[in-house]
């Protein structure tokens, strides 16, 4: 850089010393280009180091411009090691539309100056503008040309990371459908082979034969809820769109509430908090029972013969907030934030022994979001829980 700066370190006993330091300055800092491009792509660079890059290219380029001018003492011969410069900070620099434009008008200005302090004639001085005008527009080209080839490619690794972790995810769903089916089903079909063995023994009474008849069927039972809730979870994860419709939520509330009221034959007192006018919202209506089936069937499974469970609902600007409460014995706080992991370790059993798989938190959080909405629970110990639940209002 210095020769080019004062011309007439070129014709000093030094010569052969600038030049040196000038080739070796220019085949490092090329060396340093292919590093920091395979060794560091894809990495965030810090704050303001795309202006240093950028500086640090132009540099380069004037580099290879005093080659060629520290051994001849003449800028028209430089146009090889010009090209030169240029094509290696293209292909080994990602510069943005800009900054290969800032990059272009700054190299322009510096060769225009190397030209005008170089004592060469007018007709010289123009051809070599005409000639840089040239190698600038194949640089700028191919400087787009390998910012959009690095730019698919880094689209592509990200594809290819999003897909290996969504091959891990369902890799690991696997092994934990694979856990549940080993312990859950395992369990049920155990006691069904022992209480066949003892039923083919003939030793038992009418009572105790229909005892255990009455165990079969519910080992039955539990097994068939599991596998229908690892069909139903599988088949709404392959699910990217469900169907909507314009729904009144205070009707649907009501059919929700008369539904359970019925199941429950007054052994849980349900109430429902409504607004005195109709709530409206994009829903699935088959989706919507699940959840609420979900919610309610928790709720009464750990709240007390004659507990109160709570449903209310209400509208803030363009929300939805749907509330679920009950005075139940609560959820330890080392469980909540599992709660809605499928397959959760924060299952437990109901009040009268009923089994949890761990399925239904993670199929209603699943089925709020495909709705665009959002879950959340609060609660206490021995003072009872809240799922808060918001939707989109319907315009």
């Known amino acids: 850089m210095l020769p080019l700066l004062f011309p007439m370190l070129s014709h000093t006993a030094h010569a052969d010393f600038y030049r040196g330091l000038n080739i070796f300055l220019a085949l490092a800092s090329a060396l340093v280009l ?7 792509s894809g990495k ?12 640090y290219g132009f540099l380069f380029i004037l580099c290879c411009l005093g080659m060629t001018y520290i051994a001849q003492s003449n800028p028209k011969n430089t146009l090889t090691m010009y090209l030169l ?26 060769f225009s100056v190397i030209l005008l ?19 600038m527009t194949c640089f700028y080209v191919l400087s787009r040309v390998m910012y959009s080839y690095k730019a698919a490619n880094f689209l592509q690794l990200q594809e290819i990371e999003a897909r290996k972790l969504e091959i891990q995810k369902i890799s690991q769903a696997k092994s934990e459908i694979l856990g549940v089916v080993a312990h859950d089903l395992r369990s049920p079909f155990n006691n069904i082979e022992m209480i066949a063995t003892l039923l083919q023994k003939g030793t038992a009474s009418k009572e105790q034969e229909q005892q ?12 068939r809820e599991t596998i229908n809730e690892i069909l139903y979870l599988a088949r709404e994860e392959q699910r990217d769109y469900i169907p909507l419709e314009k729904v009144n939520l205070t009707t649907l509330l009501q059919e929700v509430r008369d539904e359970w009221e019925t199941q429950l034959q007054g052994t849980r007192d349900l109430k429902l908090s409504l607004p005195p006018t109709p709530l409206y919202a994009n829903l699935n209506k088959e989706r919507f ?17 004659n507990g109160e469970i709570m449903i209310q609902a209400r509208q803030t600007d363009k929300k939805l907030l749907l509330d679920i409460a009950d005075k139940g014995i609560g959820i330890p706080e080392k469980f ?34 495909q709705h665009g909405g ?15 639940i918001v939707f989109p209002a319907a315009s």
């Open 336 to 369: 909540r934030g599992q709660l809605f992991d499928r397959f959760s370790k924060a299952r437990r059993r109901g009040l009268k022994g009923e089994k949890s798989n761990g399925l239904g938190l993670s199929i209603c959080r699943q089925l709020v979001e």
């Open 212 to 223: 255990y008849l009455n165990l079969i069927l519910t080992s039955c039972q539990s097994s």
């Open 44 to 55: 965030p660079r810090l704050p303001y180091s795309q202006l240093l890059c950028l500086w």
């Open 117 to 135: 302090f170089s004592g060469i004639s007018t007709e010289q001085i123009l051809l070599n503008h005409c000639i840089s005008f040239v190698i």
């Open 34 to 40: 292919a590093v920091e491009q395979f060794a560091f």
């Open 289 to 305: 029972h699940r959840i609420m089936n979900n919610l309610l069937s928790n709720a009464v499974k750990f709240t007390p013969h």
């Open 85 to 110: 410069g240029l094509v290696t900070v293209a292909f080994l620099w990602d510069f943005e539309y800009f900054e290969a434009l800032a990059l272009a008008a700054l190299t322009t200005v510096a």
């Open 374 to 388: 959002s879950i959340e629970v609060e609660s206490e110990e021995r003072q009872g829980t809240t799922f808060h």
